[in-house]
């Protein structure tokens, strides 16, 4: 015998199958067992819509109506009329149904859910309004914040969002992932502006952290990071607990080249911090900003503010992060390897975790392959790996031991390290290892001696020590001497992003240019489009070429790992919202 649970599930079946008839028969049977099931109500007037049978269900809710007094179900005879094109007795009903919230609000629940599932947002905007005018203790701004966005109006709905935030202040990020759907990047944005004046008039009347805290992040989204710097003083001169945010919207900043504003951040941090943690932090993060200018000029002021730091707060494990940094600064930078190895020597004799001595070792080797002493680098990563299996540092160290091999030209042991890590936990890692992998793979066969692969390699490794003309020339040579290898599009690739480092922006446009125009069915065509999408809207001011080449990615490459972005850059070129 069919159990009762098992009409319900053949019913459902039924419909979802669009065998409407059979369905309403199933319901039909499950409504007369139980006639007050909501779900069963509602599955037969939808049935029988389906089918046409409007006049049918007409009646079956008029019948209903005598016997239960719910509302809701003057929505759906309403709708029923809409169906029919009967718009006077749809409005009849539906002004019933908005009624009834007078004689009791707490009938709002149901009509206005019954008007939005059938896209009645008006009416629904109408029951949540007039119940919350009924009784004060009501608070339906989530709702209407949605709704106010489906009906266009704008302004409403971002003061709904602001006074759900205001009663809830736990659910700030969800209500700031609603608006981001309705902001743009453009400070110009109509939007934005109207968004910003609700902010900051709620500030000038009732001040609170919470609009410093929205207008930072509004500030954020329009990469306005200096804006956003002044919300974030004036939250932390109220709340002086920890300076979390503050060096948070630094490194933002940091990550998206504003590495202006998020110098001054930094100093505002050292300047400001209580505690020996943060300062070295911020610290460490002014010192890296002004490294990465490459201005040699300033190379001796750097020397003497890493010495003034640990004459300061001494050469401890506490002081490591400093440590090595300088280390790769005196190597990388200033050209001494040799006091930069003995600093760290040093540094592998104070009282460290295995970790922090990883670390140090990892830098180590770093400068052993800048010497090009490669055996002795491969021994320190070796260790790293055998000391800390399985961590990130040690598939870390790993994937340097590829990198190392393939500098020197042992291909093949840097290819069985990289099959390892193409299952890397961290998806960096695995990335960069499936990347050289490719490399490596496409390249290997073409010439017995493996002479491109070798070259570019050597490129690989100049670039790598901070010898990007020497290793641009020697690119140059790759181009000249093996123009039908398939290494030539990795060789343009690379000497594109060298000549973006050096800021010849030009020249890696004519690079990524003849990638796109030669090797459009290579593994690195989403990359030319994207880097130079970016250089277009960035650096030459070219927007309308930016969109085409972000078009590319979005049309022709949706499985690129640059497909959101690409997306997002499109549409806020476009001057849509952000999401």
């Not at 779900?39 to 089918?51: G, P």
């Not at 890493?306 to 790769?328: C, V």
């Not at 990883?358 to 320190?380: M, P, T």
């Not at 290793?471 to 060298?498: F, G, S, V």
């Amino acid at each position: 015998m069919v159990t009762f649970s098992q009409n319900n599930i053949l019913a459902k079946e039924y419909f979802k199958k669009g065998d409407y008839a059979k369905a309403l028969y199933e319901y039909k049977k499950l409504y007369a067992k139980s006639p007050s099931n909501i779900n069963y109500i509602n599955q037969i007037v939808n049935t029988h819509q389906q089918l046409e049978q409007y006049d049918e269900a007409e009646a079956f809710l008029l019948k209903l109506l005598e016997r239960v007094k719910y509302p809701a179900y003057l929505v759906e005879l309403g709708y029923n009329y809409q169906l029919k094109d009967d718009i006077a007795n749809a409005t009849i009903n539906y002004k019933k149904a908005i009624a009834s919230i007078a004689e009791r609000a707490s009938h709002v629940f149901s009509v206005a859910r019954s008007f939005q599932s059938h896209g009645l947002i008006n009416e629904a905007v109408v029951s949540y309004e007039k119940a919350m005018g009924l009784n004060p203790d009501f608070n339906f701004d989530l709702q209407l914040a949605k709704l106010y966005g489906e009906q266009g109006n704008i302004e409403k709905m971002f003061s709904s969002y602001i006074q759900f935030a205001e009663s809830n202040s736990s659910s700030i990020n969800n209500v700031k992932r609603a608006i981001s759907d309705f902001i743009s990047e453009n400070s110009d944005n109509e939007n934005n502006i109207t968004f910003r004046k609700l902010l900051l008039k709620k500030n000038q009347i009732e001040p609170n952290v919470l609009w410093n805290e929205m207008l930072s992040w509004l500030f954020i989204q329009q990469k306005d990071f200096k804006k956003a710097f002044i919300q974030e003083r004036a939250i932390f001169n109220r709340k002086p607990d920890n300076l979390g945010r503050i060096r948070e919207l630094a490194l933002i900043a940091s990550n998206e080249n504003e590495n202006e504003v998020s110098e001054e951040i930094f100093t505002y941090i050292i300047e400001t911090a209580q505690d020996k943690g943060t300062i070295l932090d911020a610290h460490y993060n002014v010192l890296r900003l002004e490294t990465a200018k490459n201005d040699k000029e300033r190379y001796g002021t750097i020397k003497n503010k890493y010495l003034e730091l640990f004459k300061d707060y001494g050469k401890f494990s506490q002081t490591l992060k400093l440590q090595i940094a300088y280390a790769h600064f005196l190597a990388f930078y200033v050209n001494d390897s040799k006091g930069a190895t003995a600093f760290l020597e040093n540094a592998l004799k104070l009282p460290l975790s295995r970790v922090q001595k990883a670390e140090v070792k990892l830098e180590l080797g770093d400068i052993l392959v800048l010497q090009e002493k490669f055996n002795k680098a491969l021994i320190y990563y070796t260790q790293i790996q055998r000391n800390l299996k399985n961590s990130t540092i040690s598939q870390e160290a790993r994937y340097k031991v590829a990198k190392t091999s393939y500098y020197k030209g042992d291909f093949k042991w840097a290819e069985s390290q990289l099959k390892i890590l193409k299952s890397s936990t961290s998806q960096l890692i695995a990335n960069d290892a499936l990347d050289l992998k490719l490399l490596i793979s496409d390249n290997k066969y073409e010439d017995s001696v493996q002479t491109a692969l070798k070259l570019y390699a050597k490129a690989d490794l100049l670039a790598f020590q901070n010898r990007n003309d020497e290793a641009i020339d020697l690119l140059n040579k790759i181009l000249d001497a093996h123009k039908t290898e398939p290494i030539i599009a990795q060789a343009l690739y690379k000497q594109a992003q060298l000549f973006e480092i050096k800021r010849q922006y030009e020249k890696a446009e004519t690079n990524y240019n003849l990638i796109i125009a030669n090797y459009r069915e290579g593994i690195l065509i989403d990359d030319a489009y994207y880097r130079l999408a970016r250089i277009y809207e960035k650096q030459l001011n070219l927007p309308d070429k930016a969109k085409t080449l972000y078009e590319q990615i979005i049309f022709s490459h949706a499985d690129s790992i640059y497909f959101v972005d690409a997306r997002k850059r499109y549409r806020a070129l476009r001057g849509d919202v952000i999401n």
